[in-house]
């Protein structure tokens, strides 16, 4: 590493504070750190300078983020499956693939803690984890998918390591950036950017195989990836912290670095445990299924493969699914300020499961083989519209659950913890498939996904963010002061 990059992460360690000022930090920094976490925008950079660009932004970094999900969840299960692999293997890998998304706590406060200035805090992890998960993709045009099951897998656990670090990044940047009037639209874009971005990866990659063999849809993955670090990525700038941010002097490295560290820890836990109710309660509802899932992880790719559909229909399939999802989370963004965060997303735990039943129950009664293309299609299309819906109500709960000071992890642990259910989900219903069936098991994933809806009443926004935004708006015109009022009420 030269000596200007480790100066830079050093000052990074530096900036968030000087071990003399520990005592004054609420009162003197605290405040400022909080307005810049939420308003600081690059007016340099048209992409995050306007609510437009800001919308746009974080759709396209949601998309590179959706990329790799595609390919893992829909792709290759599919795949492995025509080759012959069993469902309980499939559900395994599944649920290694994922694991990295349900550990990134664990490193989570990396992102938060070392920011290289000269890159941008964000921008210099975002295009760091991107060109990795490139990287750890381009080996795979090397190795053959039938005979080389073992070396895919263990790249692909690595490049979802990397993966789920942008994930922390994009997170963590947007909350920073993201005003409180602008989150339930964002995250609306955001997961239907996922949506569009596990599309290409998942249907793009099965029609691309179905043509040019398997190794074609790396190759489209890879691109995908390239494009969005060039034209997007590398372009992020960010504003420099206010000079109140920095540190009067210069202090032993062990004092600094133990000071940043109880600092980052004292405001983890005021997010968990000092900020109301809704951000403890959010960590349990996170834990629990997202609503029915086996439509969307997991077993899907399996569950096509073994009703007999063609690699071609399984990619026809898969993108429409994952574009009614798409539209599912803009819709969530277009109703979630109307009808209320809360009822919305009780509505899509719901109606994710009706057609999850529905398929479970014709299934157990006519057999595999009385399930026509058309017939999954159109259980497929309302259960990720459904789906959809709750993803877009979900992270914009969690986001206003969320210490904007340390957003990356806050953020990154709800997260961590919907992963978790995510791989425990695939484990269970491939080990389930295999026993009981496929029917059975969609009628059991039905009703465990309804269990989080009992939380959802106690959700209710962090009080640290209230009190950040409220300090923000104080020196607002009256009609910005309006616009964050409404959206800093509780998610109903």
Known sequence: MS???QSDCWEALVSFGDPDRSSAYTAAIAPP???????????????????RGRLTLFFLLYLAEGLPLGLNIYALSAYFRIEGIGVADIGALSAALVAPWGLKVVWSPLV????????????????????????????????????????IAALLVLHNVFAATQD????????????????????????????????????????????????????????????????????????????????????????????????????LY??????????????????????????????????????????????ISTTTMLLAGAAGCGLAGALGDRIGLKRLLALGYALTAAPTACL???????????????????????????????FGAR?????????????????????SLGNIAIAYSGYWQGMAASRWGYGATLGIDAAAGMAGVVLIPWLSQSK?????????????????????????QKPE
């Open 3 to 5: 000596r200007s990059v």
């Open 33 to 51: 750190l909080m307005r810049t976490s939420l308003t600081a925008v690059a007016r340099s950079s048209a992409l995050t300078s306007t609510r």
């Open 112 to 151: 938060d803690l070392i920011r290289v200035r000269r890159f941008g805090p964000n921008r210099f992890w975002i295009v760091l984890t991107q060109t990795m998960m490139a990287a750890t993709l381009a080996p795979l045009f090397f190795v053959e998918p039938s005979q080389g099951f073992g070396w």
């Open 168 to 267: 922390i990044a994009i997170d963590g940047f947007a909350a920073r950036i993201l005003p409180e009037d602008e989150l339930t639209w964002a995250h609306g874009l955001m997961f239907a950017g996922q949506n569009v971005g596990m599309a290409v990866g998942g249907g793009g990659s099965l029609f691309l195989a179905g043509k040019y063999g398997f190794k074609a849809s790396f190759g489209l993955v890879v691109v995908a990836l390239l494009c969005i670090l060039l034209a997007v990525s590398r372009r992020i700038r960010e504003d420099k912290e206010e000079p109140s941010l920095q540190p009067a002097k210069r202090a032993p490295r062990w004092a600094v670095l133990h000071s940043r560290l109880a600092r980052f820890s004292r405001e």
């Open 270 to 315: 005021i997010g968990f445990f000092r900020s109301g109710r809704g951000p403890r309660v959010g960590a349990l509802f996170c834990l629990l299924p997202g609503g029915a899932m086996a439509l969307a992880f997991g077993i899907a790719g399996a569950l096509q493969v073994d009703l007999g559909f063609t690699e071609e229909q399984i990619s």
């Open 360 to 390: 479970g129950w014709v299934i157990h009664g006519s057999g595999l083989g009385g399930v026509s293309f058309e017939q999954y299609l159109v259980y497929a299309v309302l259960y990720r519209f459904a789906f959809g819906i709750c």
């Open 395 to 415: 992270g914009a709960i969690c986001m206003a659950m969320t210490n904007p000071i340390v957003g990356a992890t806050q953020f990154t642990a709800y997260n």
């Open 464 to 488: 640290t963010r209230a009190r950040a935004m409220n300090r923000f708006v104080a020196g607002t015109d009256s009609e910005s002061k309006t616009a964050a009022g409404r959206t800093l």
